[in-house]
């Protein structure tokens, strides 16, 4: 889990400096199509995240001369709050670019609704729920009677226990959910007052864990095909894959956890040629960053997470995934059905906040008038 933001890792005190060195170096004019600086939004610094992509900007910036400038935000709405006020160019999220598109969850209230987002680029992550392997946990069903983190700060982490319980065939009566801030899941897990909580497979804090107290990853696969038949709706970004790295996995050990996209996104009216530019830096670019930091690599275009997606994709993305023949029919067709929803989406949040503005309970509101008046095309 990332530290404040006012705290860097050695680490990500290196990449920063290297910012610095990298800006120095750069070429004197840009590469064609992209501007002198750009300003992107993402994770605390000190966050694996924020470590991977200031790798990636650094590389960018030596080999193109656009300077790029990070942002670090600690929640999903200051990082899209950034994006929507201008403040920054693009942005580096989680899961609130979806909720951001569908006005869900932090964005369900009368200053936010709907916003439209595009996808730029789609580097994903794996996740999934850690335990210590003294604990004798081997899978989520064994969690029953036990205590999993439950973040203060953390809805769509929340939404993930919850699914993960419920594919285990469990519900949040079956385990004991235990409120804690996500800065206290580490030392959490090590006083045993928590025996296991949801994360990333890589980054510093669970390294350092791992290293004390040797950490398991509890698999997601091998439930019958029904206990899977909400994920489209729960979580309809996210797939069952293979991890193919993580903090304390052994040789040979590959556990299917929650893969999905944290991906680079940007307000619907950023230039197409800059957008594209972009993507042809980030794809030609790999090779320069891709070993980096500890991941890096998933920004490379072999490693990014196209399908499935819950948000149109940017035109100056689709024209160069097109240029370098990624662009699939059934992209076309699920980008077609996104574009329809945004605008239906605009249509109907001033027609159901004047039937229930002020509502305490705005949130459940609007999820039960979608439901009702605007259903969700399957991904």
């Known amino acids: 889990m990332p530290p404040s933001p006012t ?3 050695r680490r990500g005190f290196f990449i920063a400096a290297l910012g610095g060195l990298a800006a120095a170096c750069a070429p004197a004019h840009p590469a064609g199509g992209l501007p002198r600086q750009l300003v992107w939004s993402t994770f605390t610094s000190g966050s694996s995240m924020y470590n991977d992509l200031a790798a990636v900007a650094n590389s960018l910036t030596a080999r193109t001369g656009t300077r790029v400038r990070i942002l670090p935000a600690a929640t999903g709405v200051s990082r899209l709050s950034a994006l929507f ?52 946990i081997e899978r989520i069903e064994d969690l029953k009677g036990r205590r999993v983190a439950w973040p203060l700060a953390g809805s769509s982490t929340r939404r993930k226990i919850a699914l993960l319980l419920r594919t285990a065939g469990l519900s949040a009566e079956d385990v004991r959910l235990v409120e804690i801030t ?15 909580f ?10 350092e864990l791992n290293s004390e107290r040797p950490v398991r990853w509890l698999p997601v696969d091998g439930y019958p095909d029904d206990a899977y038949a909400h994920w489209p709706l729960e979580a309809p970004m996210a797939a069952a894959e293979p991890a193919d790295r993580g903090v304390g996995l052994k040789d040979g050990e590959a556990p299917v956890l929650m893969r999905y996209a944290l991906p680079l996104v940007a307000a619907p009216e950023r230039p197409t040629d800059e957008v594209a530019a972009l ?6 670019n790999a090779e320069h960053y891709a ?13 990014l997470v196209l399908w499935p997606f819950v948000a149109p994709y940017h035109p100056g993305a689709v024209a160069y995934l097109e240029e370098t023949g990624r662009w699939e ?7 077609a059905e996104l574009l329809e929803r945004e605008e239906r989406l605009a249509e109907e949040w001033p027609l159901f ?8 309970d705005l949130q459940e509101r609007w999820g039960e008038w979608k439901r009702s008046r605007l259903p969700q095309p399957a991904a």
């Open 291 to 303: 070993s980096a930091s500890v991941d890096a690599d998933r920004f490379a275009p072999e490693n």
């Open 182 to 196: 996500e800065k206290g899941l580490v030392d959490g897990i090590k006083a045993g007052q928590i025996d296991a």
């Open 198 to 207: 949801y994360t990333v497979v890589t980054g510093p804090r669970i390294e």
């Open 279 to 284: 993507c042809r830096a980030l794809d030609e």
């Open 85 to 136: 006020a201008g403040v920054c160019d693009y942005a580096r999220v989680g899961e609130e670019y979806a909720f951001a598109f569908e006005g869900s969850e932090e964005f369900a209230s009368e200053h936010w609704g709907p916003r439209p987002v595009r996808l730029v680029w789609t580097p994903g992550n794996v996740f999934g729920l850690l335990v210590l392997r003294s604990s004798g």
């Open 329 to 335: 029919p059934r992209f076309r067709e699920r980008q």
């Open 353 to 360: 906040l004047e039937r229930h503005g002020g509502a305490p």
């Open 7 to 9: 705290t860097m890792s």
